[in-house]
């Protein structure tokens, strides 16, 4: 167990549908990632957190935002959903300060089915 | 700019004989390089990583992966694969100002009875 918690751990939805998937850092992780793994694009990074504040941008579209609020859990909307879309979103957590060098701690992910 | 490849997407090696994950990075300044193991329906886990200092990195589960500059490499090995290494292998890299991790492709290894 790597203390990140994502919710829901599976979720089906339909085309031009929106979604909101959510992340519990490990206790005392400032940072927060966002990351995309699919079959044909891999993982991908999508969006990094610090203590509230956006740090560093990936591969994220338009249709996709995130936010990391005051607790420092933080959610990824997505919106407008396309069968595309359909992937494991995993969010990750590292620890207090701006190490290059730090572990990034993964949650189990959340599994996105669009139909 | 930084970039991670992973030779090879699928790697197939028997019960007992030597495991061996390529990974070769680009970076303009020193790197921090990290091996990351997913199994089957779990997130990402720390193997091992380079920092600074010995080059030569001991993990969990018997992997090590040794830094060579010259070569811009950080391939992973274990001596002897288990049934249980079964798994997706990411290398990984970062640096000093950076505020992301690049990850490679994958290497999904399998294990033979």
């Known amino acids: 167990d790597s203390g990140v918690t994502q919710t829901p751990k599976h979720l089906i939805t339909a085309t031009g549908q929106r979604v909101t998937l959510r992340c519990s850092p490990r206790?005392?992780?400032?940072?927060v990632y966002w990351y995309q793994q699919s079959l044909d694009q891999g993982l991908q990074f999508l969006i990094q957190?610090?203590?509230?504040?956006?740090?560093a941008k990936g591969n994220i579209l338009e249709r996709f935002s995130a936010q990391q609020f005051p607790d420092l859990h933080s959610e990824l909307n997505l919106s407008s959903l396309e069968l595309g879309d359909s992937a494991l979103y995993f969010c990750?957590?590292?620890?207090?300060?701006?190490?290059?060098?730090?572990?990034?701690?993964f949650g189990e992910g959340s599994w996105l089915t669009v139909v | 700019a930084q970039s991670v490849t992973q030779l090879g997407s699928h790697v197939s090696v028997s019960e007992g004989a030597l495991v061996l994950l390529r990974c070769n990075y680009s970076?303009?300044?020193?790197?921090?390089l990290f091996w990351y193991v997913q199994y089957p329906n779990q997130g990402l886990q720390l193997l091992l990583k380079?920092?600074?200092?010995?080059?030569l990195v001991k993990g969990i589960n018997g992997f090590e992966a040794e830094f060579k500059k010259s070569e811009t490499s950080f391939h992973l090995t274990k001596p002897s694969a288990h049934m249980s290494d079964a798994a997706e292998y990411f290398c990984?890299?970062?640096?000093?100002?950076?505020?992301?991790?690049?990850f490679g492709a994958g290497t999904r290894l399998f294990v033979k009875a």
């Open positions: 970076s303009s300044v020193p790197p921090y």
């Open positions: 957190y610090y203590n509230g504040e956006e740090r």
């Open positions: 380079y920092t600074t200092g010995a080059t």
């Open positions: 206790s005392g992780d400032l940072s």
């Open positions: 990984a890299v970062s640096y000093t100002g950076g505020f992301k991790t690049i």
């Open positions: 990750a957590s590292s620890a207090p300060g701006q190490t290059a060098g730090n572990t990034i701690y």
